[in-house]
T-cell receptor
């Protein structure tokens, strides 16, 4: 199956700074790469996704970049705010049954 | 966005009893639903993939006789934890993936329920 590595596991930034979380994957046939944000005790919420035919996608303060050749993709959050504090999961949709393979998560803390 | 409802949100039960968790897609049809288990400060662990009208596909190491999944309609899947024991205590989350003739791009997306916290005494 797919192997998804996510780094870092924890990330602390000052309010207003940028945060970058990176994921790598193993299956070159993977074609869909979502990012989820999960606050403590709550459901994962899709914040942005990218498909394999696109290299970059941006939505206000959030952007995702994809390098298919190197098999890695990254989440970029600019002008971070305390409410961005949460656990962020990357995921990869493999070629089988539409299931998602999740990274281990990154605990992002934004200090005011 | 699409809404997935999961009930109950929290359940406490005695060891040896069974617990049923429901997952409903409220405003779309979900041909595929997924059941995850999440331990504190850990990632989502896929337990099984549920397809409407067919048997669920379980991940390696997940006991299908203990975690019964039924996906009887395009909007409802249920997970029953049978003969629950304290080690089954966990956070269980479902997700639903749109199917049918809708936006093909939307079919990639998994929408998550709010989760069920199960505590087995």
């Amino acid at each position: 199956g797919e192997n998804v590595e996510q780094h870092p596991s924890t990330l602390s930034v000052q309010e207003g700074d940028s945060a970058v979380i990176k994921c790598t994957y193993s299956d070159s046939a993977s074609n869909y790469f979502p990012w989820y944000k999960q606050e403590l005790g709550k459901r994962p919420q899709l914040i942005i996704d990218i498909r394999s035919n696109v290299g970059e996608k941006k939505d206000q303060r959030i952007a995702v970049t994809l390098n298919k050749t190197a098999k890695h993709f990254s989440l970029h959050i600019t002008e971070t705010q305390p409410e961005d504090s949460a656990v962020y999961f990357c995921a990869v949709r493999g070629s089988t049954l539409g299931r998602l393979y999740f990274g281990r998560g990154t605990q992002l803390t934004v200090w005011p | 966005g699409a809404v997935v409802s999961q009930h109950p949100s929290w359940v406490i039960c005695k060891s040896g009893t069974s617990v049923k968790i429901e997952c409903r897609s409220l405003d779309f049809q979900a041909t595929t639903m997924f059941w995850y288990r999440q331990f504190p400060k850990q990632s989502l662990m896929l337990m099984a993939t549920s397809n409407e009208g067919s048997k669920a596909t379980y991940e390696q190491g997940v006991e299908k006789d203990k975690f019964l999944i039924n996906h009887a309609s395009l909007t409802l899947s249920t997970l029953t934890v049978t003969s629950a024991h304290p080690e089954d205590s966990s956070f269980y989350i479902c997700s639903a993936q749109p199917g049918g003739s809708g936006d093909p791009l939307a079919k990639n997306i998994q929408y998550f329920g709010a989760g069920t916290r199960l505590s087995v005494l």
